[in-house]
C-alpha cells in the first residue's frame, strides 16, 4: 500500500461547481478511488464538504481528513489517486 502524500502535492481546493464528480461519505466508506486531474465534491454525512482537484498527476494516497473541513469525518477515509491517461504526452 502506498504512503499517504503531504497535502501541499495532493492538488488543490476548488469550487463546487467545477466538481465532475460527488462522492457521499457515510459510516461505511473506507476508502474512495479517483484519478489524476479529478475534481471530486466530498459530502460528508454531517452535510460538511470540501470540493478537490487532484491535479498532480502520479499515483499516491492520502487521508481524507487532511483536506475536510475540521469535524467533517468520523473515521478514517483513504483517497487512492490513479495515474489519468488522458494526461499522458503523445508524440
Known amino acids: ?8 502535492l495532493t492538488g488543490d481546493a476548488a469550487p463546487s461547481s467545477y466538481a465532475t464528480r460527488t462522492v457521499n461519505i457515510d459510516p461505511n466508506t473506507k476508502y474512495v478511488n479517483v484519478k489524476g486531474h479529478d475534481v471530486v465534491q466530498f459530502v460528508a454525512a454531517n452535510g460538511k464538504s470540501v470540493t478537490w ?10 487521508k481524507l481528513s487532511t483536506i475536510m473541513p475540521a469535524g467533517g469525518l468520523d473515521h478514517e477515509v483513504m483517497v487512492y489517486v490513479d495515474h489519468n491517461m488522458l494526461y499522458d504526452k503523445h508524440e
Do not use: L, R
Not at 1 to 8: H, R
Open 53 to 62: 482537484n487532484f491535479d498532480n498527476p502520479a499515483t499516491y494516497a492520502m
Open 1 to 8: 500500500m502506498a504512503s499517504p502524500t503531504p497535502v501541499a
